[in-house]
């Protein structure tokens, strides 16, 4: 094989451990910061209080107003707060959707970020932003967006329900699949990616069986690490398309979405990439469309669109937006073949490939 790529490691701190969080202000320091703004959701809140009274004088204040899809209005109260406490740095702590918060902050001040996840969502290795305003969710790359330091601390994740842990471990493997077919994907990138999948193909089904068991879910925010990795280092395609598509146009669920998609949209790009998937097909036991579905269906996962309540009038719709604006994906698509895709998600039909 003829090796052809180009790779730029990524300059995060990333800490990983149990206990480890309580390393926060530690990494403060030698960061150089002193004045941190906690951010959490409102359902967080008391672990973001408790986060913010470990950091001692170097908490500024806790602002626990996080939505899912980063909301601008949103980012625009905590904006006023970052000012009036005259933060120097975020520390934000939650899934997808604070660290969200966190990157809005980023994005406009050029503060620095230290992430605690407690999801498997993979969005604080990346330099990806996507904001909500009028309805319409627009995603905007920047180095000022990726999160510098990284505290992964798998005892935090030991109460994500169940449900929420499967569903935001098959989001982070839908990077790793999309990135081992990749137009820019690269020998480091791949590796990750199967790592990745590795991880999370021994690791959920331990969680749903044992979900405080400590091992499970270590291997899980490994997992979730390696797959977010891939997500902020190469290029996605038509299963983050189609997932971009229903969550900012149908207000689907972000993580369940991709749940219900990613057997359908990596069955259907095995045609056309199916050495590039070959790894992935080998740890799901042959066939990536049937090995996912089999895989999400034993978790317990939805299957469905139809479930998460997307209409099958909607399909028409989502197919045709799906389709516009050129973007780089394995095997061709059309409206005649993507409606179809969403068909067979819509209805959970096990995929043929
Ligand atoms: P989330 O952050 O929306 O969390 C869902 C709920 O679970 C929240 O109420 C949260 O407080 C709660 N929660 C989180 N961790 C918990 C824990 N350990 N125990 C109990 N409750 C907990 O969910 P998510 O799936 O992590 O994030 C989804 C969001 O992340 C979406 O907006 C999506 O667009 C974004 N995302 C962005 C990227 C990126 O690179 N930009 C990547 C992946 C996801």
């Not at 480890?20 to 202000?25: G, I, K, L, Q, V």
């Not at 403060?28 to 906690?38: D, E, H, I, N, Q």
């Not at 996962?301 to 998460?308: K, V």
Request: aromatic letters at 6%; glycine letters at 10%.
């Amino acid at each position: 094989m003829t090796l052809d790529f180009s790779y730029a490691g990524s300059p995060a701190r990333i800490v990983f451990g149990e206990g480890r969080s309580n390393e926060a202000a530690v990494w403060l320091r030698k960061a150089g910061k002193s004045r941190a703004l906690v951010l959490s959701t409102p359902h967080q809140k008391a672990d973001a209080e408790k986060l913010a009274g470990t950091l001692g004088n170097l908490s500024v204040g806790v602002f626990v107003g996080a939505a899912m899809h980063t909301p601008v209005d949103v980012t625009e109260q905590a904006m006023k707060v970052v000012s009036d406490t005259d933060a120097d740095c975020v520390v934000s702590l939650g899934g997808g959707s604070t660290t969200g918060l966190g990157k809005a902050i980023a994005y406009r001040t050029d503060l620095l970020q230290l992430v605690i996840p407690t999801t498997y969502a993979g969005s604080e290795v990346t330099n990806i932003l996507g904001q909500t305003e009028g309805g319409k969710k627009t995603t905007v790359r920047d180095a000022k967006i990726l999160p510098e330091i990284v505290i992964y601390d798998p005892a935090l994740t030991l109460g994500l329900p169940v449900a929420m842990s499967v569903t935001s471990g098959l989001n982070a493997m839908a990077h790793a699949i999309e990135g081992l077919y990749a137009e820019d994907r690269n020998p480091i990138s791949s590796l990750m990616a199967v790592e990745g999948l590795k991880a999370f193909a021994t690791s959920l089904p331990d969680v749903v069986n044992e979900p405080r068991s400590f091992e499970a879910r270590s291997q899980a925010l490994y997992g979730a690490w390696l797959c977010g990795t891939v997500l902020g280092a190469v290029g996605m395609s038509l299963h983050h398309k189609i997932c971009h598509v229903l969550g900012g146009s149908f207000d689907m669920p972000h993580a369940e979405t991709h749940a219900v998609m990613l057997p359908h949209t990596a069955g259907f790009n095995a045609v056309a990439a199916r050495q590039q998937l070959a790894p992935a097909s080998e740890i799901f036991g042959g066939s990536i469309g049937r090995g996912l579905w089999d895989f999400t269906k034993s978790l317990g996962a939805p299957l469905t669109l139809r479930e998460l309540g997307l209409t099958e009038t909607d399909l028409d719709r989502a197919a045709e937006i799906a389709v516009q604006n050129a973007y780089y994906n394995p095997r061709p698509i059309d409206h005649t073949s993507i409606r179809a895709l969403l068909q067979a998600a819509w209805e959970g039909s096990r995929p043929s490939d």
